[in-house]
Each structure stands twice: as structure tokens, then as C-alpha cells.
């Protein structure tokens, strides 16, 4: 079984302030987390943040001691909803390991916990280093304990530990290693990515992640080839007219002969739940969809599970005689507890109820746009390689920028990015311009629950 531990970027931030006041005493937090559990991975996920206030506590710079009435009502929940405790404290002197004193207040304290839950799943206890560095563990009822392999944050940066820390240099990675550092080429190699749609943009942001050495990727479009896609799909083939396009794209990353592992789903986003559980064991998503349902489900899918996800748009607009009105490009970095795709305005719950109807029931679609109920959803925009592959460069940046920042404004400055090609310009918006979503944010990190992703068509 592998356990893993994702905090959002705001958990994550608001946890770190609170254990590192400045006084070089230890401090501690409760968090209620919500849970993944499928086949061999076993995801606590940050929901409720419940700090212990330090006047509560006896804190030296070696030891905390804490009241825990403030555990009881989180306790009630996490019963009544088969979440989990995450207790985390920090080590400002740096120690890098589990001490003696706090096996023994795991012990005491995951007793009594499990006293209270019936569910047998795992709870969470974890440090966190001066560095902001996180490493945890679990227990089961029988109060053993095993180490947490990875331990992920979907903030304005994307962290992550407990992977792999072998050094990878060969001569294929050279280039990658001058350009970012070792450190991010070894976090592209550990790092599996779950691409949705595989066509315009999503072909080369395919090419470009592979080229970079990201070790697995997913990727998921259920259309075939057809000759007007081979202007816009790399390594795409007259002879490959009528074949699955992630079986080709799959084919062309196999016959490259480099190390990433690639997994395709020939699939619709909704009618397949094996689809779905695989994109959230994905470290990061890449949506190059045009359907709003498409990407309010990867949006979904981000929030529930702490993913963070990129969102890549084109929007060409032909004149009527032959040439192109407007070009607009946008890539949209969405972390789990802030804004989304529908508070940036994007799309609105008109627009997603139509694209709905349109892929639940496309004959009563077709009847209520002839007379003026829905949205135009056929619409058909032309499609330019160079503009799609600008803006899928731009994408892979901004993930690169998450990883290893190497702009001169900070990685929040970059929520959007959106270019407009017949202006030539590049307007960056920071995460602060934009509304936080306040309906997503009580389901942040809420993980399983029934029905899946609170959407009773996909259960």
C-alpha cells in the first residue's frame, strides 16, 4: 500500500505560519482530512485546518504538550464522515526524524482517536522542517506505523517529497538539467501528469512533457483521427485516419525509445470511473478540452482531491470570407480553495448545463436550440498548429515556473496567462485579481464521498 498526504497551498501556507511564529518553540495543528482509497494508494487530503493556539500549549524548542479539547468536534466529524486526523507539529531544530517523545504521543494520541472512528482507515501524523519540508507517517488500528511515500502542496508552487532522490543525469537529460537544475528534472522524472484531450493543444503539450523526461503520463480523448486533425496532431499519419488518437499519440511516445510511461483512455471524461480514479492519482492535470462539462469535471476532480490543474484555450474566430477575425489564447493555472474556472467568469452554470444536455441528450439540445434556449454549442473554430503550439509551450512553462520558479514575479502573479495574437500582446493576471470561489471551497480536500464528486450521474 502506498500513502501519500496533499495539502492545499492555503492549508499549506496557513500550517506553516502557525508552527513557525519566530519564538523557536515547537507548535501543533489538527487538520480533518478527507480521504482517497483505491486499489494500492491510500491519499489523506487537507480540509479543515484546526491550529492549536500556543497559549494552549507547553512548547519548548524539543517538545509540545497540548490540550485536546479542541480535537473532540473534529473527532465527531471525521466519525460521522469517515474522514481522517492529520496531526502535524513542527521540529524547529531541524531534526529530521520522528523523536522518542513523539512516538510516544503518537501512540497515546492515535488510541484515543481510533477510539472514536470506527472506519478502519489509516490516520496521519507530521513534521514540518524549518525549510517548510514535510515528511508524515500513518496508523492503523493496530496503531503500527509505516512511513508516507509522497507528500505533495497545490499552492502557487508545487512542492513535493518523499519521491525518488537519485540523482537521474545521462546525456538525454543534460539540456533540461542547464536550463532548471537537477532538482526540477528529477521532479519532471517522478512527476505523472494527466493530459485531457489530445488533439490541437494537447498533442504538443504531450510532445513537450515527454521531451522534458516526465516519468507517466495519462491521456485521455475519445476521438479517432480524421484528416482534418492531421494539421494539428504531432506525429499523426494519413495512415492513421480511423485509429484512437491516444492510441497513436501512445504509439509515436512508445517508438521514441525514452522513459516516460504512458497510459491511454480512448474515452469519454464522464462515462468511464476507472478513467477518473486514475487522473486523481495524477501529480498534476493539463485540460486541453473545448467542452465546458469537460473541464467543470476536471475542475471538480482538482478541488476534491488537491490537484493542481492548467487549463489551455484557443479561441479563433474566422470573418466569414475566408480569413481570421480574432486570435485569443489563455492558460489558467487553477489550485484547489481559490478561484476557479467559473469564478474567473469563464463559464457560467447556463453554459454547463447546455453542454450537459448536449452529451446526455443531444436530440432534446437540438430542439431547444432551434428556438433559442441554449447556447451555441457547435460552433467550429479553424485550427493553426503555430497558434496551438505557442500556447501549449506557454503551458509547460508555467507548470516549470511551478516547480522551479525562474520568473521575476513570483508564480502567483500567473493565474493567467492570456495572449492575444492579432494585438501581439501577453497579459498576466495574478491569483489575487480574481473571486475566490466560495461554493468549491467547502468541498476542498473533501476527497471520496457519495454520491462521487457530489455528481449523482457518475456514481
Request: glycine share 8%; charged share 25%.
Amino acid at each position: 500500500m502506498e500513502f501519500q498526504l496533499r495539502l492545499s497551498g492555503n492549508h499549506y501556507s496557513s500550517i506553516k505560519e502557525h508552527l513557525f511564529p519566530g519564538d523557536g518553540k515547537e507548535a501543533v495543528a489538527i487538520v480533518l482530512c478527507g480521504r482517497y482509497e483505491h486499489e494500492e494508494t491510500s491519499m489523506l487530503l487537507t480540509h479543515k485546518l484546526v491550529p492549536i493556539p500556543h497559549e494552549e500549549c507547553e512548547r519548548t524548542p524539543v517538545h509540545v504538550n497540548w490540550k485536546t479539547d479542541r480535537l473532540v468536534p473534529v473527532l465527531e466529524e471525521a466519525a460521522k464522515k469517515n474522514m481522517a486526523i492529520l496531526k502535524i507539529h513542527s521540529h524547529p531544530t531541524g531534526y529530521p526524524d520522528f523523536s522518542e517523545t513523539d512516538d510516544q504521543s503518537d501512540h497515546d494520541l492515535f488510541r484515543s482517536v481510533f477510539g472514536w472512528c470506527d472506519y478502519d482507515g489509516v490516520h496521519m501524523s507530521a513534521v514540518m522542517l524549518p525549510t517548510g519540508e514535510i515528511f508524515a507517517r500513518v496508523f492503523g488500528p493496530d496503531l503500527n506505523s509505516e512511513m508516507v511515500s509522497k507528500i505533495s502542496v497545490s499552492g502557487d508552487e508545487i512542492l513535493i517529497w518523499g519521491r525518488d532522490k537519485e540523482n537521474h543525469t545521462d546525456e538525454f537529460s543534460l539540456r533540461t538539467i542547464q536550463a532548471f537544475g537537477e532538482g526540477t528534472y528529477n521532479k519532471l522524472k517522478q512527476l505523472k501528469i494527466g493530459v485531457v484531450g489530445c488533439s490541437g493543444t494537447g498533442s504538443p503539450t504531450i510532445e513537450q512533457l515527454v521531451r522534458l523526461g516526465v516519468g507517466e503520463l495519462v491521456i485521455m480523448d475519445p476521438d479517432e483521427i480524421e484528416v482534418k486533425n492531421l494539421n494539428r496532431i504531432v506525429n499523426s499519419r494519413m495512415v492513421d485516419v480511423g485509429i484512437s488518437k491516444v492510441e497513436v499519440i501512445a504509439e509515436a511516445v512508445k517508438s521514441q525509445g525514452l522513459k516516460t510511461k504512458i497510459t491511454p483512455y480512448a474515452v469519454n471524461l464522464y462515462d468511464n470511473l476507472d478513467l477518473l480514479k486514475e487522473l486523481i492519482t495524477c501529480d498534476v492535470l493539463i485540460g486541453c478540452m473545448d467542452s465546458v462539462d469537460g473541464r467543470h469535471l476536471l475542475s471538480q476532480l482538482s478541488n476534491f482531491y488537491l490537484i493542481p490543474y492548467f487549463d489551455i484555450g484557443v479561441r479563433l474566430d474566422a470573418d466569414g470570407t475566408g480569413g481570421i477575425k480574432s486570435i485569443v489564447a489563455s492558460v489558467h493555472y487553477i489550485q484547489p480553495g481559490k478561484s476557479s474556472l467559473m469564478s474567473r467568469g469563464l463559464y457560467t452554470d447556463k453554459r454547463l448545463f447546455d453542454d450537459g444536455l448536449k452529451r446526455q441528450m443531444p436530440e432534446e439540445f437540438a430542439e431547444r436550440e432551434k428556438v433559442g434556449y441554449v447556447h451555441n454549442a457547435n460552433v467550429n473554430s479553424p485550427a493553426v498548429i503555430s497558434i496551438n503550439m505557442q500556447i501549449s509551450s506557454m503551458a509547460v512553462n508555467e507548470l516549470l515556473n511551478r516547480l522551479h520558479p525562474f520568473k521575476d514575479e513570483g508564480p502567483g502573479d500567473y493565474a493567467k496567462v492570456m495572449m492575444d495574437f492579432c494585438g501581439g500582446c501577453i497579459e498576466n493576471t495574478p491569483e489575487e485579481d480574481f473571486e475566490t470561489d466560495d461554493v468549491s471551497l467547502k468541498w476542498t480536500g473533501r476527497g471520496d464521498c457519495s454520491p462521487f464528486l457530489r455528481m449523482p450521474e457518475l456514481s
